[in-house]
């Protein structure tokens, strides 16, 4: 079974300060994807990166996956209180059809 | 049009009653999932599906059971509740086995009493 181990589990910062969420493994996946959630609702996706080494804007979030295929990272310039959320990383490790593999998410609060 | 729903949003029942939830999608994707959310667990899988009446288990089956009979709805069952069970209840479906993303509903929280 695939791993994918999230950091920080809880944040708390001020609106307009810089974050990073980590998101690891010891596993190689084909593709890794972000979603964010909000209280009451189902996850919703933030984007799909592929290629080892790929780095993909989405305003003001970064999302980088590693050389290796193994961990994706997640950057957030100037944070404002509507990123406020909950954060998963997922991970398709191929083949079958039972599909992702989830972090345990890292539960971000954005304060005014 | 959401795409996918899934009923009821909410639930209280009593331990030992069974309890079906609802998924339904109008995007005809191949692939449905049921997943339970609790804190400090994440999202777990419960069944799938890829295909009318083709369906597999996932990390956390026991207890429950699912059913495909059209590409449109995809059930899942709870054979006799047990307080274990309380959870919110996510459905997903993707078009290509979840490489480029699921599509998930807005879940049903189950209270089992």
């Known amino acids: 079974t695939q791993l994918l181990e999230q950091s920080p589990q809880f944040l708390s910062i001020q609106e307009g300060e810089n974050l990073t969420v980590y998101c690891n493994s010891s596993?190689?996946?084909?593709?890794l994807q972000w979603y964010r959630q909000e209280p009451g609702e189902g996850p919703v996706l933030l984007v799909t990166?592929?290629?080892?080494?790929e780095v993909k804007k989405l305003k003001r979030l970064t999302f980088q996956f590693g050389d290796a295929r193994k961990d994706s990272s997640l950057h957030i310039t100037a944070a404002q209180p509507g990123d406020t959320g909950l954060y998963l990383c997922a991970g398709d490790a191929g083949g079958g059809a039972d599909g992702l593999t989830f972090g345990k998410g890292t539960h971000l609060i954005i304060q005014p | 049009d959401a795409g996918i729903t899934q009923s009821p949003r909410h639930k209280v029942t009593e331990t030992g009653t069974p309890v079906t939830l609802r998924c339904h999608q109008t995007?005809?994707?191949?692939?449905m999932y049921w997943y339970r959310q609790d804190p400090g667990h994440g999202l777990r899988l419960i069944h799938y599906s890829y295909g009318v009446k083709d369906t597999d288990k996932g990390e956390v089956s026991d207890g429950y059971s699912v059913s495909r009979s059209k590409t449109e709805d995809f059930l899942l069952t709870l054979e006799s509740a047990t307080s274990s069970q309380t959870s919110v209840y996510f459905c997903?479906?993707?078009?290509?086995?979840?490489?480029?993303?699921?599509?998930f509903g807005s879940g049903t929280r189950l209270t089992v009493v």
């Open positions: 997903a479906i993707s078009g290509d086995r979840g490489n480029y993303g699921y599509t």
């Open positions: 995007e005809n994707h191949r692939y």
């Open positions: 596993s190689v996946f084909s593709s």
């Open positions: 990166v592929v290629t080892g080494g």
